[in-house]
């Protein structure tokens, strides 16, 4: 089993800052990891995810996240935010082999202020 | 590709009323999610199937909960008989199983039962 959990439950910051949301995942076996936005009433989409290969994905919209399988962390992180990248974000992790099902953490509350 | 399509987007009912919510799942994509969004909980999953054939139930909350995909392009989640603590968005997600792991969401029914 899988279980995910993201540290900080809202994160307020202003705009031009850096910015780093937090998620740590248990699982007994390998797994995939990724992370979604949800903008107001609206579905999850895909940011970025990490499969293998490089520790280190992008997103086209200047995130980027780190696999850390030490740490089992899957931090997310900007070196400047907008305001339009107000959301809530969802880390996540599937287990190898689970047919791509998705444990989600708890969300973290982006709030960036002008 | 119209992506995931849910319907309806918004459903109001009275307790003890017989609820339906639809999906239809991007063609191709062979894993088919159904997942809960409350306050409380945040995104729990609910129930998840594999070439239609339901392959984990154990999020189902209770026997009121029951979810069928009768083909490749639809599925429907009921609660029957609703209850207030019922109150969510549900979203529906989908994917392919091999490869492309990504899980495209849908834009998610709200749920109030009063």
């Known amino acids: 089993a899988q279980s995910v959990t993201q540290l900080d439950s809202q994160v307020p910051v202003f705009e031009e800052a850096p910015v780093e949301l937090r998620c740590n995942y248990s699982?007994?076996?390998?797994?995939?990891l990724f992370w979604y936005v949800q903008y107001p009433n609206q579905g999850l989409q895909l940011l970025l995810k990490y499969l293998s290969g490089s520790t280190l994905v992008e997103s086209i919209n200047g995130f980027e996240a780190e696999f850390n399988k030490s740490q089992t962390s899957f931090h997310l992180r900007k070196p400047s935010v907008h305001i339009s990248d107000t959301a809530e974000y969802f880390c996540a992790v599937s287990g190898r082999g689970q047919g791509g099902k998705l444990i989600f953490g708890q969300g973290t509350e982006l709030s960036v202020k002008p | 590709d119209a992506g995931v399509i849910q319907s309806p987007r918004h459903e109001v009912t009275e307790m003890g009323q017989e609820v339906t919510l639809r999906c239809k799942p991007i063609?191709?994509?062979?894993?088919l999610f159904w997942y809960r969004q409350t306050m409380m909980r945040g995104l729990e999953l609910l129930i998840y199937?594999?070439?239609?054939?339901?392959?984990?139930d154990s999020g189902m909350p209770e026997d009121r909960f029951s979810a069928k995909m009768p083909n490749a392009s639809f599925s429907t989640l009921k609660i029957q008989p609703s209850e207030p603590r019922d109150s969510a968005v549900y979203f529906c997600?989908?994917?392919?199983?091999?490869?492309?792991?990504?899980?495209?969401f849908g834009q998610g029914t709200r749920l109030t039962v009063v």
């Open positions: 699982s007994s076996v390998s797994v995939y």
């Open positions: 997600a989908s994917c392919r199983d091999r490869g492309q792991l990504d899980a495209f």
């Open positions: 199937f594999n070439n239609n054939v339901p392959i984990d």
């Open positions: 063609s191709g994509h062979n894993s």
